[in-house]
């Protein structure tokens, strides 16, 4: 096997092992175990006989397995592994290589043209010699190498879990051509794409795919967030699942169709299927769906600094969106009146101008407006729905700076330069702004300082200046400010 330089913060091996043997859940994603005597590497949840401790390698990252030559393993699939980023207000080294690697994980960020080093460290500002530096002393392996397995995993979930044809399987993972991906294929994992498939034993027909998650997580608050928030026409929520109409763009096409997510708390996974229609674009709809149920959180890390101020919210995840243009038109409907009033409005808009579309679930027939659409409405025909003035121009100005794509609202997006973007659009202040950087640009330490019912949860709403009392008891729970939010919201 090839030496791996060390990355920091370091594994600690016997701790890794420990968490291997108890087969622990919590661990999953945070680091991955090489075994020497296979040339396999595993997930932490492995249900395979637990390897000699001497005959084990720990990995932070499954780049840092695959770079030293070690293959996925076919049982536990580490592709199925939810994501392992740590956040750090510090380290500004760090900070660039996770915010690099977040880049590199965000399909939606590179749909004008392929990833490359010379193009990501031109948008996070640096030189490539300067990222490929920090990049590999962070994370042990270079910018394309990490870009590499992530297209290899996606590719190997994909023939695992769906019926896609091979084609389809490697230009949907981001490679340019079939005989890229084969040759990248068997040079990684030592097979071909079909014998993969033909090997896999757990693929199902059609788009099921499953979506690992660390416990602990709160299914029934996540679902009850959801539920409270849901269009009627759009929108479907049960005990354990949720279903609902979705349209997103991809290559100059707008893709419309349905999903239905699923929780099994038993695996800690979370089953994910699709219309026919987004089989074309799972990649990307893997990523809505995994940002907005938050399946990529930490709960170790965000627990160790939250727990002490809300002990009885450590399953609580932010709920995020599929879409992050419909995130802020609801954003802005919800601005100064109740959630109920939010919905009503949120359903008025739906019907007037929702495009419709089939499902095979009786009450889902309606899409959310396209952003081209609610760019050129009307403000008669918005205060028509009851939405007062200053909303429908924020509407219209959020849709316009989508559709013209001066706006970008997903999470491999420039989130300070967005927050600003977004700010000055008539009628979106700050709280939106944070709101939207919570929930659609995935930040992890957005904080709303002006939300009255975080003030009245947090005990400041009597004050003289309740948002800058808020904001100040907030120093303590960076930067994971956007959790310590969504535990106070649950406390009332």
Same mark, same amino acid.
């Given at each position: 096997?090839?030496?791996?330089?060390?990355v920091?913060?370091?594994?600690?091996?016997?701790?890794?092992y420990?968490?291997?043997k108890?087969?622990?859940?919590?661990?999953?994603?945070?680091?991955?175990?090489?075994?020497?005597?296979t040339?396999?590497?595993?997930r932490?949840v492995?249900?395979?006989?637990?390897p000699?401790?001497?005959?084990c390698?720990?990995?932070?990252? $499954? %780049?840092?397995? !695959?770079?030293? /030559?070690?293959? &996925?393993?076919?049982?536990? +699939?580490?592709?199925?592994?939810?994501? *392992?980023?740590?956040?750090?207000?510090q380290?500004?080294s760090?900070v660039?290589?996770?915010q690099?690697?977040?880049?590199?994980?965000?399909?939606?960020?590179?749909?004008?043209?392929?990833?490359?080093?010379?193009?990501l460290?031109?948008?996070?500002?640096?030189?490539?010699?300067?990222?490929r530096?920090?990049?590999?002393?962070?994370?042990?392996?270079?910018?394309?190498?990490?870009?590499?397995?992530?297209?290899?995993?996606?590719?190997?979930?994909?023939?695992?879990?769906?019926?896609?044809?091979?084609?389809?399987?490697?230009?949907?993972?981001?490679?340019?051509?079939?005989?890229?991906?084969? $040759? %990248?294929f068997? !040079?990684?994992? /030592?097979?071909? &794409?079909?014998?993969?498939? +033909?090997?896999?034993?757990?693929?199902? *027909?059609?788009?099921?795919?499953?979506l690992?998650?660390?416990?602990?997580?709160?299914?029934?608050?996540?679902?009850?967030?959801?539920?409270?928030?849901a269009?009627?026409?759009?929108?479907?929520?049960?005990?354990?699942?949720?279903?609902?109409?979705?349209?997103?763009?991809?290559?100059?096409?707008?893709?419309?169709?349905?999903?239905?997510?699923?929780?099994?708390?038993e695996?800690?996974?979370?089953?994910?299927?699709?219309?026919?229609?987004?089989r074309?674009?799972?990649?990307?709809?893997?990523?809505?769906?995994?940002?907005?149920?938050?399946?990529?959180?930490?709960?170790?890390?965000?627990?160790a600094?939250?727990?002490?101020?809300?002990?009885?919210?450590?399953?609580?995840?932010?709920?995020?969106t599929?879409?992050?243009?419909?995130?802020?038109?609801?954003?802005?409907?919800?601005?100064?009146?109740?959630?109920a009033?939010a919905r009503t409005?949120?359903?008025?808009?739906?019907?007037r101008?929702?495009e419709?579309?089939?499902?095979?679930?009786?009450?889902?027939?309606?899409?959310?407006?396209?952003?081209?659409?609610?760019?050129?409405?009307?403000?008669?025909?918005?205060?028509?729905?009851?939405?007062?003035?200053?909303r429908?121009?924020?509407?219209v100005?959020?849709?316009?700076?989508?559709?013209e794509?001066?706006?970008?609202?997903?999470?491999?997006?420039?989130?300070?330069?967005?927050?600003?973007?977004?700010?000055?659009?008539?009628?979106?202040?700050?709280?939106?702004?944070?709101?939207?950087a919570?929930r659609?640009?995935?930040?992890?330490?957005?904080?709303?300082?002006?939300?009255?019912?975080?003030?009245?949860?947090?005990?400041?709403q009597?004050?003289?200046?309740?948002a800058r009392?808020?904001?100040?008891?907030?120093?303590a729970?960076?930067?994971?400010?956007?959790?310590?939010?969504?535990?106070?919201?649950?406390?009332?």
């Open positions: 096997m090839k030496p791996m330089p060390p920091d913060p370091p594994l600690h091996p016997d701790a890794c420990l968490a291997l108890a087969r622990d859940a919590r661990f999953d994603g945070t680091f991955f175990t090489g075994v020497t005597s040339g396999i590497y595993c932490p492995c249900k395979v006989r637990t000699r401790r001497e005959n390698r720990f990995f932070a990252h $499954a %780049a840092q397995a !695959e770079g030293a /030559g070690f293959r &996925p393993c076919l049982r536990c +699939r580490p592709e199925l592994a939810p994501h *392992a980023l740590r956040w750090s207000t380290d500004a760090s660039l290589a996770q690099a690697a977040r880049m590199l994980d965000e399909p939606e960020a590179w749909l004008d043209a392929p990833p490359s080093v010379e193009l460290a031109g948008r996070l500002g640096v030189s490539d010699r300067h990222l530096r920090i990049f590999e002393q962070q994370l042990g392996v270079s910018p394309l190498q990490y870009l590499q397995t992530r297209r290899l995993l996606t590719a190997k979930q994909l023939l695992a879990d769906t019926d896609l044809p091979i084609t389809e399987v490697a230009l949907a993972s981001g490679f340019a051509s079939v005989r890229r991906f084969n $040759a %990248a068997i !040079e990684h994992y /030592g097979l071909n &794409p079909t014998q993969l498939r +033909r090997e896999g034993s757990q693929r199902e *027909a059609g788009s099921l795919v499953r690992g998650y660390r416990p602990p997580y709160d299914v029934d608050a996540m679902l009850g967030f959801f539920r409270t928030r269009i009627v026409g759009m929108e479907a929520i049960t005990d354990t699942s949720l279903a609902r109409t979705f349209a997103i763009e991809a290559g100059g096409q707008r893709h419309t169709g349905w999903l239905q997510a699923e929780f099994d708390t695996r800690c996974q979370l089953l994910l299927r699709t219309s026919d229609s987004l074309g674009v799972l990649p990307l709809v893997i990523r809505r769906v995994k940002a907005a149920f938050d399946l990529d959180a930490d709960p170790h890390a965000i627990n600094r939250l727990h002490g101020s809300f002990p009885l919210g450590d399953g609580l995840r932010v709920p995020g599929l879409n992050g243009y419909e995130l802020a038109v609801r954003a802005v409907l919800g601005q100064q009146i109740t959630v009033a409005l949120a359903q008025r808009l739906v019907q101008f929702g419709p579309v089939e499902t095979p679930f009786p009450e889902l027939d309606r899409l959310f407006p396209a952003a081209e659409v609610l760019a050129a409405a009307e403000g008669d025909a918005l205060g028509q729905l009851g939405i007062v003035r200053q429908q121009a924020a509407i100005a959020i849709a316009r700076a989508v559709a794509r001066r706006v970008q609202l997903h999470a491999g997006a420039d989130i300070p330069a967005t927050i600003a973007a977004l700010k000055e659009l008539p009628g979106i202040g700050d709280w939106t702004a944070q709101y939207i919570m659609a640009l995935r930040w992890p330490d957005a904080f709303p300082a002006g939300d009255v019912a975080l003030h009245k949860a947090l005990g400041v009597q004050s003289k200046q309740p009392e808020a904001e100040a008891a907030s120093q729970w960076k930067p994971w400010r956007s959790y310590a939010v969504v535990r106070a919201w649950s406390a009332l």
